[in-house]
């Protein structure tokens, strides 16, 4: 049996990259602190441009020197030594590895990207954590359903069950069969709630992996690409696909949809339903919360270093604060700027059968927490496509809307009332 591991030698060189520009940074911002407070400016209005002068300004360079000379001594060194470290058998991902490296791409995923990081995750197909290999899939069948996880997850956290003793669970009055494996594939079906019940509709079951920090409309244009390959790929025709993504992955969904339409892909011909699970189709008030702060801070000399601490999140995050799905919801603009919603209405695509499930932790509709909190991180109108605009209004018929009152976020993945309803849509 392979093992796993909890560290892979590229993670060593990555972290380094990281560590580096984690002190330099640290040291920009001291130095601009310093910097604002020996010019003494008025509490509010725009700080003095400059860096330190004399001694201390020698300090700062000499940090900066130094740990530039340091970080590039350490790539040398790793990189040489990443040969020697792959000797062994290879090892399998650890799920605590995964997690963390999505949450930090979730984070940071963009800068990561950009810089050409190691930890930065590539967009993939997989099966229980597992690279898919579509010609290898025993019993593929003509149905296909993908999974697509939200900010700062991964394909393997996907609502999964307590253990492989819960595999089997009851919903709706009706249990829930484990998959069985795909031995040829190397690996299993995931025991997770989504893919049990998929599966047991007779849906060939995958998971989108991507880097949740980049543009959303990156990852869109991506996932289109990805499968339209697949498409190619699949030992044979291919006659139905089914979408669910959770939070951002609802955006992302989307956002291929429109890609694929543009691309001409044959894969949104054969797409007969997509499921948003508490997704922010116009936006997250956290976000929002998020970039009002970076305006305060902005407002005074003695604060506006501190803002850059605001804007190491990634664009995946700030695409979150109205909920774009395309370039050109976000092109030309300062990202962390105030400004008011711009995207331009995207209507769903009409040959689909489009579901949206919103949570709240509130106990019945109407109290406060529904009103204000919804499931604690994106509102029910939001989750819901609603809109006071009517041409940026989802139109989703309310036949084809559930919500799930003392629900939140993240529970979405494993409520068996949530699975439920979406067994009662897809038997429909």
């Known amino acids: 049996m392979s093992k796993r591991t909890h560290l892979h030698p590229s993670d060593l060189q990555g972290l380094g990259r990281l560590s580096i520009e984690a002190v330099t940074q640290v040291t920009h911002l001291v130095e601009s602190l310093h910097h604002t407070i020996t010019q003494t400016p008025a509490p509010l209005g725009a700080a003095r441009p400059g860096a330190t002068a004399g001694i201390t300004g020698l300090v700062y360079r000499s940090i900066r020197g130094v740990t530039a000379l340091v970080g590039g001594t350490l790539e040398m060194a790793l990189a040489r030594l990443q040969p020697l470290l792959r000797a062994d058998a290879p090892a399998l991902p650890s799920a605590e590895r995964e997690a963390v490296l999505a949450a930090l791409n979730g984070v940071l995923g963009d800068h990561l990207a950009a810089s050409g990081n190691p930890l930065a995750i590539t967009m993939r197909l997989r099966c229980d954590g597992l690279v ?57 079906r995931s025991s997770d709630a989504a893919a049990a019940l998929l599966s047991e509709l007779g849906y060939r079951v995958l998971h989108l992996h991507y880097n949740s920090g980049c543009h959303i409309s990156h990852n869109g244009r991506e996932f289109a690409d990805t499968l339209q390959m697949l498409l190619a790929q699949w030992p044979q025709p291919v006659h139905e696909i089914v979408l669910i993504g959770h939070s951002m992955g609802g955006l992302v969904a989307r956002s291929a949809c429109h890609y694929a339409a543009v691309a001409g892909h044959e894969w949104l011909a054969k797409l007969r339903a997509m499921v948003f699970l508490g997704s922010p189709h116009h936006g997250a008030a956290l976000e929002r919360g998020g970039n009002g702060l970076d305006v305060v801070l902005g407002a005074s000399p003695y604060t506006a270093p501190l803002a850059r601490l605001g804007k190491l999140r990634s664009a995946g995050i700030t695409d979150l604060r109205y909920g774009n799905v395309r370039d050109e919801d976000w092109l030309g603009q300062n990202r962390f700027a105030r400004t008011g919603d711009r995207r331009q209405p995207l209507a769903l695509p009409p040959h689909v059968r489009c579901f949206a499930v919103a949570a709240s932790t509130g106990k019945q509709s109407g109290d406060l927490s529904d009103r204000v909190l919804g499931d604690g991180l994106v509102s029910v109108d939001s989750a819901l496509g609603r809109h006071c605009d009517p041409a940026r209004a989802l139109a989703i018929p309310e036949s084809r809307q559930w919500i799930g009152y003392g629900i939140n976020h993240l529970q979405l993945l494993h409520q068996p009332a949530v699975y439920a309803q979406l067994r009662r849509w897809l038997e429909d």
Do not use: F, T, Y
């Open 132 to 188: 898919l290999q579509p010609a290898a899939v025993a019993d593929a069948g003509s149905k296909i359903a993908v999974l697509v996880h939200g900010l700062c997850m991964n394909d393997r956290q996907w609502g999964r069950l307590r253990g492989a003793s819960d595999a089997v669970r009851a919903v709706d009055g009706k249990r829930l069969q484990p998959s069985q494996s795909v031995r040829a594939a190397g690996c299993e």
